[in-house]
């Protein structure tokens, strides 16, 4: 299903944001070491020199290519992240992101703070020609692996030329890593037909149709599980509800079939029946999520990962620079850009 | 948990659209009866006489206190509700609004075209005062039964006004039929911090702190689940993609259940296990969604509804209809409308 250069090829360079994550340095360093074992990677730990070290010494790294870049603190969830780059210049993150601006690592992956990883990777990486902000975007749902949303969350008030510019990264990340033909976009909405919508829907809708890009209009909530469409492209305030309600549901339901079965099936099979409900409705927990836009491959983990969250954000991370998604996106968006589209 | 007056209670006098819905009047029919065994109503079927009448050849309607009233046609999905309203005068869903205008009946139920029925109702029975539009609300969920989300799609760009005066309609909503007091109204966002939001959500939060409702401020998309908040506002772009997804997973997982658990229980078991998952996830096909903001008791159906379905829609319609619904619904907005809070 996915191509795949990075497993037995290429050296990768990962830096790892050892700081972040609700659960820091304990799962970050334990899931970084974990990608090791699937990957040909470089790890590039960044922390407080101490700590990292400290949950390094539980491992038995001899021979494996571990380094720890010392940072002096982090940006925490509940800080502003320009304020907090600009109060905190030796922080994991910033430190982290500089690793990919001279060149020392190919990706880089945080669980800290969206909004410092997303601030921090404009700030130093910049953004591609274009664009007026990056995106986070990619599949989010176990029963549908291969229908990719873009916006998450990261902008909440889109011009169209932003909303076209989403359908032009998901339709690169569909094509190159999910292998998909000429991928096809649909914009979100409340009806199929063209009159169906909001203004900004109206007014996406003509701009993605004088597109290069395979749009194929207007699709409903229900499209996401229908295999009509490959990429659906919303705002990030619609991508964020639409996320975090699946997560909410996806806990809900997997408590209601643990209900609905208890004492029809073993208790240990109960539960496996369950996580894996769960699971297939929080794929941005085990894959993490890629950052579009900026010159550079980021991803951006779930703040609540567990080191196998982090592992399979590597994982998708290493993949991704493999196969050097940033420069095809790089490609796409100039293409809009010389047509005009990314100008209203 | 529901206040019940309509069952056991004074005769309700419900007027069913019979030719809506996408099976028409076999189906409509037999769910209209079915909900007659349950409570004290008079069934008013409308809809073309013969056809309706060959459907009630099949039941034994002895002593039952069951009419027909004959009308002419059926305005359609695909046909643009206006315009169908002024072309088919005769049809279904006009003859059985004018019943509930002439005070012939308490409760009109419909299946058939959305923006016809709410259109027919608006033009007949007239908007509540300060009112610019009518909604639909309601809960939706089955793991989330006391939570209610209004609008679900009938308002595609809103302003402020309207946003609160879907709060205080879902709250009305919650306090009367759900037996909650004070319910606690939140605004859909993507976060809990007042700044957090697009413009709408902005503009809207400070029209409902001002308000007498018990608005606790932005909700996310998992605080369906949380039991954080009772009545949860958003506009209908949003609610209509959120019922469209939910319905669609629910679909997806119930078919995931289905193939994770074959070999694990006996097929019958595992299909009413699936059919139960599927259900709680499309929660208006049972209950139906009440339509809010007009001078007379409507529900509108989900199209694809089974007799069931109807069934429960007219359930749903008499307790409220019992309830004193409108009433209490008109006054709420009176409240709102003297405080100006109706008019930006």
Known sequence: MFKDPGRGGALVKVAVDAMGGDFGPSETVKGALQAMEAHNIELLLVGDREVVEAELAHYDIKGKSVQVVASEGKIGDDEHPIEGLRRKPKSSILVATKLMKT????????????????????????????????????????????????????????????????????????????????????????????????????????????????????????????????????????????????????????????????????????????????????????????LFGVNGMVMIGHGSCRASGIAGAIDTGVRCAGIGMVDSMRQELARLASAGALKS
């Not at 295999?227 to 309600?245: T, W």
């Open 103 to 290: 060149g020392d690592a190919d990706l880089l992956v945080s669980m800290g703070s969206t909004g410092a990883s997303m601030a921090s990777s404009v700030f130093l990486l910049g953004l591609m020609e274009g664009l007026e902000r990056p995106c986070i975007g990619g599949p989010f749902l176990g029963v549908a692996p291969r229908t990719v949303l873009v916006d998450m969350g990261s902008n909440i008030d889109c011009r169209p030329s932003l909303m076209v510019s989403f359908g032009a990264l998901g339709s690169v990340f569909s094509h190159e890593y999910l292998g998909i033909e000429n991928p096809k976009v649909g914009l979100l909405s409340v009806g199929s037909e063209a009159a169906k919508g909001n203004r900004q829907v109206h007014d996406s809708y003509e701009l993605l149709q004088e597109s290069h890009l395979n749009f194929i209009g207007n699709v409903e909530g229900m499209d996401f599980f229908t295999g009509r469409v490959d990429v659906i492209v919303c705002d990030g305030f619609v991508g964020n509800i639409i996320m975090k309600f699946t997560e909410g549901l996806g806990t809900a339901l997997s408590r209601y079939v643990e209900q609905r079965l208890a004492g029809h099936l073993p208790a240990d099979e109960l539960g496996k029946v369950s996580d894996d409900l769960w699971q297939t409705t929080n794929m941005p927990r085990t894959m993490g999520g890629p």
